[in-house]
């Protein structure tokens, strides 16, 4: 069983659906003064636990859509960011929500708000579950974050490593032997 791989959890499954709700709830609120429907933009494959479980608590009319960036290869980042599934609609003029799973060096969300923007939309906002800034090598913050975390490699809902362990229902950190 996977879980068998983790030294230790984090952050609980009950902690991230009642942290989902506050942050849904608060996000619907916000989301009232963008222009509707706002576009929640998840980047693929971490953010999808997370999306999924956030939109429950969305009662505002949004849409979704998806990209792929190429990030990690096991656990060292790399500098640039490069598009490996783009979003199916033009977001020229439109206001979106940028879901994320971790912000870690902060390349990903700075490039994609770059690029987003470049693209035409009107306002973007971030939302990340986790946050690790100590990390960070570019000034970039996400305007909501779920839990901040240390400088820990981390796994689980949505979180991989060398894409395993997504599916963990909560986060967690692996057993040293396992690097
Ligand atoms: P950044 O561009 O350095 O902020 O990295 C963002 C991406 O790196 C995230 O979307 C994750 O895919 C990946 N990442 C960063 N830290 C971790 C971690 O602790 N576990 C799993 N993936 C991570």
Redesign the pocket.
């Known amino acids: 069983m996977i879980k068998d791989d983790l030294k230790k959890i984090l952050v609980s499954e009950k902690e991230i659906v009642e942290r989902c709700e506050q942050l849904g709830k608060q996000l619907d609120k916000d989301i009232a003064t963008m222009k509707s429907p706002v576009l929640f933009v998840g980047?693929l494959k971490?953010s999808v636990p997370f999306m999924a479980e956030l939109i429950k608590h969305i009662d505002s009319d949004i849409e979704m859509d998806f990209m792929a960036v190429s990030?990690?290869s096991g656990?060292e980042?790399v500098g640039d960011?490069k598009i490996i599934k783009d979003l199916d609609h033009s977001i020229k003029g439109r206001d979106l929500v940028l879901v994320?799973?971790?912000?870690?060096?902060?390349?990903?969300?700075k490039e994609l708000k770059k690029l987003l923007y470049n693209k035409g939309a009107h306002e973007i906002k971030v939302v990340t579950l986790?946050d690790?800034p100590s990390?960070r090598?570019v000034d970039i913050e996400a305007d909501y974050t779920g839990f901040e975390?240390e400088n820990?490699?981390?796994?689980g809902f949505g979180?991989?490593?060398n894409q395993r362990y997504r599916n963990l229902p909560y986060i967690g950190v692996l057993k040293e032997e396992l690097y």
């Open positions: 980047i971490g990030s990690y656990t980042s960011i994320e799973d971790i912000v870690d060096t902060g390349t990903t969300i986790l690790k990390r090598k975390v820990e490699f981390v796994v979180l991989d490593y």
